[in-house]
């Protein structure tokens, strides 16, 4: 009897965030591979030159993705991580992406999500998988976590513990800079060591 060899199936994840490494993110890749297809994470870097003047990311591309390596090594050859420059649907048809992988925390998210769905679909006819966010997560995203280390505050457990030092450490001193650039004064410490309020 003739044994059929089936290819395994590629993914694309997107994770769009400026602060791409949250617990919530880290928490959707060991979900995306549940889904016994190899998974290929992506973060758009290329918007274009005239937004890019406007706004500067905190984190690098190549610190984001040095990020991503790093929580996701434990997943092995499972997971890769790609750069995407351009539009998104071209790379998955070019690539021989099976489909797209979007993670939702609430009803808004996926309202969006939902919309982003039908386009990739009628740009790449390509499916996308949603995954639900664990309900310990849905309260994380990385612009609370920006808006914490504006004031050199942290809380445990919203960033993956092997990275969380580079992090908030990388967070602090951009927010510190921009005070200093700004001619604020530093923020008073409220601790009487001088380190950052843990919550």
């Known amino acids: 009897m003739q044994v059929l060899s089936i290819p395994p199936r590629v993914a694309i994840l997107i994770l769009s965030h400026e602060v791409p490494s949250s617990v919530t993110s880290s928490t959707l890749v060991s979900q995306s591979t549940l889904l016994k297809s190899k998974i290929s994470i992506t973060q758009i870097v290329s918007i274009t030159k005239y937004f890019a003047s406007f706004h500067r990311p905190i984190f690098s591309v190549e610190h984001r993705e040095n990020l991503l390596h790093k929580i996701?090594?434990?997943?092995?050859?499972?997971?890769?991580?790609v750069r995407v420059e351009g539009l998104l649907a071209d790379y998955v048809e070019e690539n021989d992406i099976d489909f797209f992988v979007r993670g939702v925390r609430s009803f808004s998210d996926f309202d969006s999500e939902f919309t982003m769905g039908i386009i990739n679909r009628r740009l790449a006819h390509k499916e996308t998988i949603f995954l639900q966010a664990s309900s310990s997560r849905v309260h994380i995203s990385s612009?609370?976590?920006?808006?914490?280390?504006?004031?050199?505050?942290?809380?445990?457990?919203?960033?993956?513990?092997?990275?969380e030092t580079e992090v908030?450490?990388?967070?602090?001193?951009?927010?510190?800079?921009?005070?200093?650039?700004?001619?604020?004064?530093?923020?008073?410490?409220?601790?009487?060591?001088?380190?950052?309020?843990v919550g």
Do not use: C, Q, W
């Not at 996701?72 to 991580?81: A, C, F, M």
């Open 168 to 197: 908030y450490d990388h967070l602090f001193d951009h927010y510190r800079r921009l005070r200093e650039i700004n001619g604020e004064p530093p923020l008073r410490k409220p601790n009487n060591n001088g380190d950052p309020k």
């Open 143 to 163: 612009s609370l976590i920006r808006e914490l280390s504006m004031y050199e505050t942290k809380l445990d457990n919203f960033v993956p513990a092997e990275i």
């Open 72 to 81: 996701t090594k434990k997943h092995g050859d499972k997971v890769e991580i």
